[in-house]
């Protein structure tokens, strides 16, 4: 069976990186960009720079992914994935290197979003980017909802 490179798709606070943990304790490797973002740059980080370090952790990424599909393990992408032009980027890789995918979309109202993430700048700061109820509904407006991209919808109740 061919390894498969998990491309998970969604706005912050609608699961994907508990799902993605999921995955990794599965075997996958699990790939977050913002995690890697706050080890290498750290939690205050320069907002001038941050789409250029995002960037380069990607680049990195796509390494540590092609090493891991050629090992025969499953690749967990929980990068977001907003718009379709990356995630279609992302299928292309993902079958250049013998891998299939499989895009997880986590659909979640934008008022449950706004609850989780309340709950998450509160309980967990140190871990995540704090996302205010603007910035939020700014994100939404920017996301391309995958409709008939062979996406699976994900209800995540965590």
Not at 42 to 61: N, R, T, V
Not at 77 to 99: C, H, I, M, P, T
Not at 125 to 141: A, D, G, M, R, W
Request: net charge negative; charged share 30%; hydrophobic share 35%.
């Amino acid at each position: 069976m061919k390894p498969i490179v998990y491309l998970l798709c969604g706005l912050p606070g609608s699961g994907k990186t508990n799902y993605a943990k999921k995955l990794e304790a599965g075997g996958a490797l699990r790939l977050t960009v913002d995690e890697e973002l706050f080890r290498r740059h750290g939690k205050d980080l320069d907002a001038q720079h941050i789409d250029q370090y995002k960037q380069e952790i990607k680049l990195d990424f796509k390494g540590l992914l092609e090493k891991a599909v050629k090992e025969g393990k499953s690749v967990a992408l929980d990068y977001g994935f907003w718009k379709k032009l990356e995630r279609d980027e992302y299928k292309q890789l993902a079958e250049s290197v013998g891998a299939q995918w499989e895009l997880l979309f986590f659909d979640m109202p934008l008022e449950t979003l706004m609850l989780r993430i309340a709950e998450r700048n509160i309980t967990d700061p140190t871990s995540n980017h704090i996302i205010s109820k603007e910035l939020l509904e700014k994100f939404s407006t920017q996301l391309e909802s995958p409709n008939g991209e062979g996406e699976e919808i994900i209800a995540s109740q965590e």
